[in-house]
């Protein structure tokens, strides 16, 4: 079951946050955050695992409500190079196998 | 280190023929994941593969396969081909489960 993303794009200005939400309807044992610019590979961002932590990496961090199936990316006073689509992808135990959401399209301007 | 290189990067077929594309991993990476985008369908699971052996199936139809051999490379063929087909096919290493993923350039591949 593919996870819901949501919203499904959001443009901002530089500075601003964002809040780009992922929720499944099966029970997760890890959620990951994937960013890919037009054109290029999809680059990793960060892996919460199940246990409710939060993670950072720069301006963005993330978090994991395992009991309600959803992760939240944060991104906080955003960068030009920020612009891009996000993916989140799931995994329900721990086979390796990765479903990923339709992805939101963020861009940022000056 | 090298990232993950994918050949052909762009591939046009015509409906009814295979294509065999390949990807090598990163040097110690036993994990290779194939994954088909398209502006419809987002990016969909095909396969994966741990130490030659496929771990986990997409819901893909049998025309779609894989194999990875003993240096973890990794080659997945389509046979048939249809129009519904033409597709970016990325590959993306891991070292081991539950790890982050390390995507290649992709394949495009386009079927006329």
């Known amino acids: 079951q593919q996870p819901v993303q949501s919203p499904q794009a959001v443009i901002l200005r530089e500075g601003e946050d964002a809040v780009i939400n992922c929720s499944s309807s099966k029970a997760l044992y890890s959620v990951h955050w994937y960013r890919q610019k037009h054109g290029e590979a999809p680059v990793f961002l960060m892996i919460?695992?199940?246990?409710?932590e939060q993670k950072g990496h720069e301006k963005i961090s993330a978090s994991f409500n395992e009991k309600k199936q959803q992760s939240s990316l944060y991104l906080t006073a955003s960068q030009l190079s920020y612009s891009g689509t996000y993916f989140c992808g799931t995994e329900s135990g721990n086979t390796g196998k990765l479903i990923f959401g339709q992805g939101t399209t963020l861009q940022v301007k000056p | 280190k090298a990232g993950v290189t994918q050949t052909p990067r762009y591939l046009i077929k015509t409906r009814g023929q295979q294509v065999t594309l390949s990807c090598s991993p990163i040097s110690g990476h036993r994990s290779v994941s194939w994954y088909q985008q398209t502006p419809g369908q987002g990016l969909q699971f095909l396969f994966e593969?741990?130490?030659?052996?496929?771990?986990n199936k997409g819901n893909f139809p049998g025309r779609f396969s894989g194999r990875q051999f003993s240096n973890s490379r990794s080659e997945m063929n389509v046979s048939t081909l249809e129009l519904g087909d033409s597709a970016l096919y990325l590959c993306?290493?891991?070292?081991?489960?539950?790890?982050?993923?390390?995507f290649g350039p992709g394949t495009r591949l386009t079927v006329t």
């Open positions: 593969y741990f130490s030659e052996t496929q771990r």
């Open positions: 919460l695992l199940k246990g409710g």
């Open positions: 993306a290493s891991s070292p081991l489960m539950t790890y982050e993923q390390y």
